[in-house]
């Protein structure tokens, strides 16, 4: 930390970035040396402080260079970079399908990463998407919760004992507002792919008035604080990074845990695209480096050994969840089978 | 000799056009195999995208009165199933946009029975695009529904790459292997020229005979007028070694008329300066008549040796009988003629030529050893060789002169006030040359001349 000097903190309404850009963002900060005009520009979806370590490492070996960080959702960040044509060197994501939107449809520039870092075939697409971090979603449960839930964590077993306290669980139970989250639509549809159990544990859910969200931190701000008994399909390395993660426990479902990738791309407005690169390039060592080891959840999340994986693979297929009927179509469903 | 005016090279000029042709063919099978092999990979993409194609068609469905469309998840992963491709599509109900890329251009053509496909460029890379048409009675209103897939040609680029490195390697080690070809074709159409070359120049300086060995159809001509070429100048030699004889013989019989009136007039004539003139006639006529008779003995070894007249010989017998008809003459000069021989050698021999040889030898020693000297005949026959070994007691040959001695008029220095031509160790030499036989000649250490003629057994 002491390489860099963390000058703006968080901003959540911040009235001169909105008048720069047409696009909402969440929170901005800058590292390095102090500038009005910095070196590199990130737009991201994950937060700060998720994000602060590797800015830190960067900055370390490269002492000069000045960054800016702005977070923005997942929505926001397409509707910059696709539609406005910000201008920026680095957008980060979780949005795996709308990362894939974005090189698909021309807005980012290729890579060739360095060939010391052992790259795995799943974490890079077309030379232009890249992964550095595979993360789960997980389910997040309070600890009276996990007694209930016994041995066996599974998709079927949750229905099983939902179904049997309807009352218990009335309003106690959270998971993503896939009409309002990237993420949390991106799961859903993994989640519907891989098994018709998905569309039964929502009814189930249903109809025991599941609380929705937008995001991730807060339903598990909710678990912790005891608002909810349990969340579902969020992204477990939130959970363990809570100064109170002790409090709750991280579940992987057994019969097949969704994971994400959080990847990164050069956006084509960006000004830098060498230093662009070379902070990509810092990214993948981080990720996959040997030193780090292969796949490394940078976020320190739970293993990923001991279940069945189902990592959502980088490519067009993710374009299919996006095409406006399609989406229509998978939001109607999901209605129905919620909101009762 | 002259040498030859040279231009050009049959062996570059071959070369240069087979490897010219290998080097064409080879690059056109690069070609042909590349061309081959874009058009296999073309039409494997047109197949997967119409593959896609008809997987979105197929999940189209009509729901009270309205187009449904369900795009499968595997419609546009299939896509990118090997390589890293980015993909397009495009819906259209009649001239109406439904979904996907609007901007994406339809290929022209489609039908609902026949897929359309066209290559084009479409945000920023080349794509080709496959168009699938369909009849839907939407309300009893006939409509068509277009679904067009497109994608990137990173794989049917890789491929065609992948396959012109392999046909290029293939173009190399087809025409390395040419070069090869090349060389032993360009070896083997040489060979009989350099064949016929060989055995020319190996031949003897008199081997005048027609080529006898085969050649190629192609070499006939060559052969033939070199074979006509030969039989004129064997023809022309012949001739004058025809006129050589004849003119000796004919110089000779007169020569022997004037000897013997010389003879004659000799003994009559008494005042001393008359009678020397005479004596240096006689020795003029003996020196002329020898030549003469050594010129025709040369022309008769010459004419004889093409065409030996072989039988066999007791070489003991023959060098006897010439000791016998020479003995006469080194009487005259009291030398003493020791013959030392075997009991008899056999050997295959033309007899005139032989007995010409070591009378020329015999008559050679006796003519250059003073008087009272002695002349040593032998006869051996080693393993393989038959030997005839005269030795005398003679001033020897002069140093450095053995060559010399063996050409034609040539005499050795000490030969002066010695009749003769010249001529006699050119006509022993011919002779063993003729019967693969050797002459040597060389000087003993107590003083006088070695010769000695060798001739394989039979």
């Known amino acids: 930390m002491r390489y860099f000097i963390l000058a703006i903190g968080m901003m959540w309404t911040l009235i001169g970035a909105q008048v720069l850009h047409g696009f909402e963002i969440e929170a901005r900060a800058t590292f390095g040396p102090p500038t009005n005009d910095p070196n590199l520009r990130i737009l991201s979806t994950a937060d700060i402080s998720y994000f602060e370590p590797m800015i830190a490492s960067f900055l370390e070996n490269n002492p000069d260079i000045s960054i800016d960080y702005t977070v923005a959702s997942s929505s926001q960040v397409m509707q910059a970079i696709a539609a406005e044509q910000a201008q920026f060197d680095l957008v980060i994501s979780s949005a795996m399908d709308l990362q894939i939107k974005l090189a698909n449809d021309g807005h980012a520039l290729r890579h060739a990463p360095l060939r010391t870092v052992e790259l795995p075939a799943w974490a890079h697409w077309n030379s232009m998407v890249f992964a550095f971090s595979q993360e789960p979603a997980a389910m997040v449960v309070s600890k009276a919760f996990l007694d209930q839930m016994g041995g066996t964590h599974t998709r079927q077993s949750l229905i099983g004992l939902i179904r049997k306290n309807p009352d218990k669980f009335r309003g106690r139970i959270g998971t993503y507002d896939i009409r309002r989250s990237g993420l949390g639509y991106l799961f859903a549809t993994q989640d519907a792919r891989g098994s018709e159990t998905y569309w039964r544990l ?11 969200y937008c995001c991730s931190s807060d339903m598990i701000g909710d678990v912790l604080s005891g608002k909810l008994d349990m969340a579902y399909n969020v992204l477990g390395s939130y959970a363990q990074r809570h100064p109170h993660a002790d409090q709750v426990a991280i579940i992987l479902p057994q019969d097949m845990t969704t994971v994400m990738l959080r990847s990164v791309l050069i956006p084509k407005t960006t000004q830098q695209p060498a230093l662009a690169g070379l902070f990509l390039d810092h990214m993948l060592q981080r990720a996959f480096g040997t030193q780090t080891g292969a796949g490394r959840n940078l976020a320190g999340g739970p293993s990923l050994e001991s279940s069945a994986i189902n990592r959502i693979g980088l490519g067009p297929g993710l374009l299919v969840f996006l095409d406006r009927y399609k989406k229509q179509r998978f939001l109607s469903e999901w209605e129905s089978a919620i909101l009762q | 000799m002259t040498a030859p005016v040279v231009r050009g090279s049959i062996r570059r000029r071959l070369t240069i056009i087979f490897l010219s042709a290998a080097a064409a063919l080879s690059i056109l099978v690069v070609l042909a195999i590349e061309s081959v092999a874009r058009q296999a990979v073309q039409t494997s993409q047109d197949n997967i995208l119409f593959a896609s194609a008809v997987s979105i068609m197929d999940s189209v469905q009509l729901r009270d009165g309205q187009v449904v469309i369900d795009l499968p998840y595997s419609s546009l992963s299939m896509l990118d199933s090997v390589t890293d491709e980015r993909v397009f599509y495009a819906i259209y109900l009649d001239q109406d946009f439904v979904t996907g890329y609007d901007a994406l251009p339809i290929p022209a053509g489609v039908t609902d029975v026949k897929g359309a496909y066209q290559t084009a460029g479409f945000l920023g890379e080349t794509v080709r695009i496959t168009a699938v048409q369909r009849v839907f009675a939407i309300r009893d209103v006939a409509q068509n529904l277009t679904v067009a897939v497109a994608q990137t040609q990173t794989n049917v680029r890789q491929t ?35 064949r016929l070359a060989q055995s020319i120049s190996r031949r003897g300086p008199k081997d005048l005979r027609p080529v006898a060995a085969s050649v190629p159809r192609e070499m006939a001509p060559l052969v033939t007028s070199l074979n006509s070429l030969m039989q004129r100048l064997q023809v022309s030699l012949k001739r004058s070694e025809e006129f050589i004889a004849e003119a000796a013989h004919r110089v000779r019989t007169p020569l022997a008329i004037v000897r013997t009136q010389a003879d004659v007039t000799l003994h009559r004539v008494e005042k001393e300066q008359n009678r020397k003139a005479l004596r240096d006639i006689v020795r003029a006529i003996d020196e002329s008549s ?55 050698v056999w050997v295959q021999v033309d007899p005139i030529l032989i007995q010409n040889a070591v009378h020329n030898v015999l008559d050679n020693a006796i003519k250059y050893t003073p008087l009272l000297g002695q002349i040593q005949v032998s006869v051996q026959a080693t393993a393989t060789q038959a030997q005839i070994t005269v030795t005398d007691s003679g001033p020897g040959f002069p140093d450095g002169g053995k060559s010399l001695l063996t050409q034609r008029f040539q005499r050795g220095e000490n030969a002066r006030g010695v009749v003769g031509s010249g001529l006699g160790l050119t006509i022993v030499r011919d002779v063993m040359a003729a019967h693969n036989g050797t002459l040597e000649i060389s000087n003993i250490t107590q003083g006088g001349a070695c010769v000695i003629l060798s001739l394989p057994l039979e």
């Open chain 2, 290 to 344: 020898r030549a003469a008779g050594q010129l025709l003995d040369h022309a008769m070894v010459t004419f004889r040796a093409d065409d030996l007249d072989r039988e066999r010989v007791d070489l003991t017998k023959l060098v006897h009988a010439s000791l016998e008809q020479l003995r006469p003459l080194a009487d005259l000069r009291d030398l003493d003629l020791v013959a030392q021989t075997a009991a008899s």
């Open chain 2, 160 to 194: 065609v790459e992948q396959v012109r490195r392999w046909a290029i390697g293939m173009g190399l080690a087809f025409f390395m292997a040419s070069v090869g070809i090349t060389w032993i074709l360009v070896e083997f159409a040489t060979r009989p020229l350099r």
């Open chain 1, 202 to 212: 929502m009814e189930v859910m249903g109809q025991s008035d599941v609380q929705l």
